[in-house]
């Protein structure tokens, strides 16, 4: 159900609003939903899954990246990070690969390697060449 990225950090593919309390029971704090509504038919809408957390006692955010990633996308994946504490978010997409990419620009505007920020990538089997040229050295 879940890639760890790093201690904090957990990505996958998309979710369903009852999917919310395994997460929760796994410490998932922050839920970040980075697909925008209706990119597939089947997906469940962005509220539903809010109104699921919501109910879980977790913190949701809705940050979708559409066509590529914008800065604003970054700042949002910035706060959602640092919203979440010591505690565990867990953002996803319709694979886990566009959250891991912005995962890695935003970690990589508070300073974390590229080096750090690869090896993490790696290890959940995701490839950060497409944002490389957004990484910090």
Avoid at 29 to 57: F, L
Avoid at 95 to 118: F, I
Wanted: charged content about 30%; proline content about 5%.
């Amino acid at each position: 159900m879940q890639r760890q990225l790093d201690d904090n950090t957990l990505v996958n593919g998309q979710i369903r609003p009852d999917d919310v309390p395994a997460l929760k029971e796994l410490g998932v704090t922050m839920i970040v939903n980075n697909r925008p509504d209706g990119e597939d038919t089947d997906q469940p809408r962005s509220a539903d899954i809010e109104a699921a957390a919501r109910a879980a006692g977790v913190e949701y955010r809705h940050v979708p990246i559409v066509r590529g990633m914008g800065p604003s996308d970054v700042e949002a994946m910035r706060e959602a990070i640092h919203a979440t504490g010591d505690g565990k978010m867990f953002a996803f997409c319709r694979t886990g690969n566009r959250s891991t990419l912005a995962w890695a620009v935003a970690k990589s505007e508070d300073g974390v390697s590229r080096e750090e920020l690869n090896r993490c990538a790696d290890q959940a089997g995701f490839d950060l060449g497409p944002v490389a040229h957004l990484l910090r050295t």
